[in-house]
């Protein structure tokens, strides 16, 4: 093995053992990654830069703005309020999903479709006294299948198809995916209509049972009216850096005040609500003399609109930061009163938590909430659809009917989809719907820049002869085996790439691997850069392999070995069916 190749294999295992420990930014791994090969002098000036002179990559950017834009219109929420009646069965959800949200899932990318739908589908739950848990990984898994249908439906698949076009090769059609597309969505919701649903947990509504249990982690003390601290605000009173406790909302005369600014005056009566360790309320009292405890539990009173479920996603700037770090309060206009990670209250003090990938918040909003979080991808509120419908009328017609026209103009190849994007967005400034200010913050800038590197890095495992000699390697142990065989192996190998990674990690290291195996077995790249897409996207095994899987994790209540039990026969089902497919279809001719 050369020098380069052990450089870029150090890359690579930077990024295995990064990613897959789950203990840093997937952002910081991928530059750590990135810097080894730039520095090391695998790539000069004009390959390191290869991502962001990619279409593909733009072509990400100008998916994710629209995803983001299209989340907020009047038909779509229309079309899911309608989606979910009241009298409908488990299997009707199953197949509605299945039809609906699936086939959007092609065009549209998952995260943000997801984040719109997941209040909904709880709220549907709630009202047919259905679990959370039995309908959100089948609502993650069906959009995760339905993400394969075309090019668009993923980052991965324009990650792979934007490091082949740097080769030299072909575009992958927007539609190249759809046959066997098809046949994985339909699969997947057979799936779950006949045996997925028997394997899934039926646990309690989280959201619910921690109100339940309130008094386990809520601990509060009223003002009397002799009270010292009466005119004092809350900086100087010292309220905001107790020890075991984390001033949540002030209750005065009936109304919630949160979250509560450092500049507000305590006034007699005031119910002071705290979260973190109950039982220190009484050292609070004893210390501050004014102090008493309250009749009843304020929190029990407050409405429950009051109350709102949030996850924080992989690529969120809050991961890995502790919460009193995160100025959250005055970012959102709301205070954090408990955390859940795997399905457990967090029973730290509040402040002290360190955010990770996959955490329910419940959140005590106050009035400016809605406002901000809509323009924000740092979280995604899950129980509660929100104020959330920004377009209506002749803005909602121009938004939906040119995405329409764009999309079905970019899928019958009478424009590429960069130029149909790249059209659409300009129409929609144009007509003074989206402000040019705003683009910025529909961008996922973490996933952008990830995909950036992703792609000079996985030219970089190409260059220095890395993917060949790994494929050697491969083809060595395989033997002389039949071409469908050696399908099915290599897509085994990307699929587990895959969920010890993310999905876009793994893309940056299987697409030159698929572009070896092509020139290694002589035949075309398409077939075989078709099954690595499909193994990169149908991550079913883990919640870290693909982003919606941790979205759903905290208000579905699930734990990691949930993931597994549910999508081990169906990641089997498609390891047997997706090769099969992809060698009847481009080489059994």
Known sequence: MTSDQIVVLVALIVLIIGLGSGKFKPMHVFLFAYSIVVIGGILDDDEALLGLANVSVISIALLLIWSNIIRYSATLHSLFKKLLPDNLS???????????????????????????VIPYVVQWSRRRGIPPSRVLIPLAYITIAGGTLTLLGTSSHLVINGYITKLGYPDISITALLPIGIIVLVITGLYFWTIGWRLLPSRRDLSEETLEQSREYMAEAKVREDSPLVGQTVGKAHLRQLKGLFLAAI??????????????????????????????????????????????????????????????????????????????????????????????????????????????????????FWNRVNEDNNIYVVGKVGEVIQYKGWRDILIVGGSAIALLLAMLKIVPLFHALVTLLAGLLLFRIIKLQDLSSRLDWNLLLICAMAIPIGFAVKKVGLADKIIESYLTMIGDAPLWLMLFAFYLLANIITEIMFNVGAAAIVAPLAVSLATHLGVPITPVVLTAMFAVALSVLTPYGYQVNLMVMGPGNYRFKDYFRVGLPLAIIYALIVPSLIWMIHFNK
Request: proline share 6%; glycine share 8%; no cysteine.
């Open 251 to 368: 209750e005065r005369d009936g109304e919630l005040i949160v979250p509560v600014k450092r500049s507000e005056e305590i006034q007699a009566n005031d119910v002071l609500l705290f979260t973190g360790r109950p039982e220190t309320i009484i050292d609070l009292i004893q210390s501050r003399p004014g102090l008493e405890l309250p009749q009843q539990n304020k929190l029990r009173s407050v409405p429950r609109h009051e109350i709102v479920e949030a996850v924080v996603p992989i690529n969120s700037t809050l991961v890995r930061q502790r919460v009193k770090d995160t100025n959250f309060r005055s970012r959102y206009d709301a205070a954090i009163i408990a955390v859940h990670r795997q399905g457990e209250r967090l029973r730290k003090k509040i402040g002290d938590i360190v955010l990770q990938p996959g955490d329910m918040l419940l959140l005590m909003v106050g009035g400016d």
């Open 90 to 116: 488990y299997g009707g959800y199953i197949a509605r999903i299945t039809g609906y949200l699936g086939t959007l899932s092609g065009i549209m990318n998952n995260t943000p479709l997801v984040a719109m």
